[in-house]
């Protein structure tokens, strides 16, 4: 069922789509109302912690590096790292933000995209919360309970990190796939005993009163990882494009690091209401948005793929040794590390 509303998926997007990829005979970018070249870049509007781009964006840094050239960024929020994927394969994004799961479906699907660098990571989240009234103190009492995860996602198979901390496996609990609310939802009433939850969400539960921790991912040798690919035929025709993209980020990261509490203000009015400006201190710090694609981060992604592709989660195997191209990182920086 799951396959099959994927399929459906793509095709009422593809019928959809307006612009062509390269593959068609047609340019591998779109063209704006005054002529200039439109650069797409996918990413997840509400995931503050996922900065650079923001600022970037908010701050006219893109427009700064690419208006003399009539090149226009334009960051496209698509809703889901499954529709990004989707946009990215019919030609309709150049660049996106992915989490792994995603990321290895797209590739696994043959849509060719390049893992070029990391874009976030952290070793503390996401989290696992139980409710503030629950007898449960340690993940080794989640035996036989029910717990709430995204599935099918690199927060599951986080999950199954965090449930080893306490000698246990996915076949020790009941699984429900429930995320954010909707879980939340479903723990306070008493449905689940415990759910898995990312920032910002993590502590605007924690605060409300109704949930606490239980476990984080910095218990575990884990991490919550998104990365920055490319398309192939914009990689081929623009890979200079691709270079000022990367050192514009890293102007932003740096930019955050010398004047955090304005990032954070400018955050929360890009983002919107959901977002709680006192809560911010408690996650972003916890991120790390510097540019990197070394030997760690791709073995961390060989931990994930590994575990989607056992566990039937792709349509087919991906060959790690080709889906990386750390060349746009080094020509930007001089090496693999923008730190």
């Not at 970037?56 to 960051?75: L, Q, R, W, Y």
């Amino acid at each position: 069922m799951k396959r099959l509303m994927a399929m459906l998926l793509a095709a009422a997007m593809a019928c959809s789509m307006t612009a062509c990829s390269s593959s068609d005979g047609q340019k591998s970018t779109a063209e704006g109302e005054n002529g200039e070249m439109v650069v797409r870049v996918g990413d997840f509007l509400g995931e503050t912690f996922l900065y650079p781009v923001k600022i970037a964006n908010a701050k006219g840094f893109f427009e700064e590096e690419f208006g003399k050239d009539n090149i226009t960024i334009s960051i496209e929020y698509l809703g889901s790292g499954a529709v990004m994927t989707e946009a990215l394969t019919a030609g309709e994004l150049e660049m996106s933000f992915l989490g792994g799961q995603p990321a290895f479906s797209g590739i696994s699907n043959g849509n060719g995209v390049k893992i070029i660098s990391m874009a976030t990571s952290s070793s503390t989240d996401p989290c696992l919360l139980v409710a503030a009234d629950s007898d449960i103190t340690d993940v080794s009492q989640l035996k036989g309970k029910n717990l709430a995860v995204n599935i099918g996602t690199d927060n599951h198979y986080q999950l199954v990190e965090m449930l080893a901390l306490g000698g246990l496996t996915e076949d020790d609990i009941n699984l429900y796939n429930l995320k954010g609310a909707e879980a939340y939802a479903a723990l306070t009433s008493g449905e689940i005993d415990c759910m898995q939850s990312i920032a910002p969400n993590t502590y605007q539960f924690v605060a409300n009163g109704d949930a606490r921790i239980l476990a984080t991912m910095d218990q575990t040798e884990g991490r919550n990882n998104q990365v920055l690919v490319v398309s192939p035929d914009f990689a081929e025709e623009h890979g200079d494009i691709i270079v000022r993209f990367l050192k514009v980020l890293q102007r932003a990261v740096d930019y955050y690091k010398e004047n955090p509490e304005e990032c954070k203000d400018i955050l929360v009015d890009y983002v919107g209401d959901n977002v709680n400006r006192d809560l911010m201190d408690e996650y972003m710090d916890k991120y790390d948005c510097s540019l990197h694609l070394n030997a760690e981060d791709k073995a961390y992604l060989e931990r994930q793929y590994n575990f989607l592709y056992e566990h039937d989660m792709l349509s087919g195997p991906v060959d790690l040794e080709t889906i990386y191209d750390d060349s746009f990182l080094i020509e930007a920086f001089g090496t693999t590390e923008a730190h």
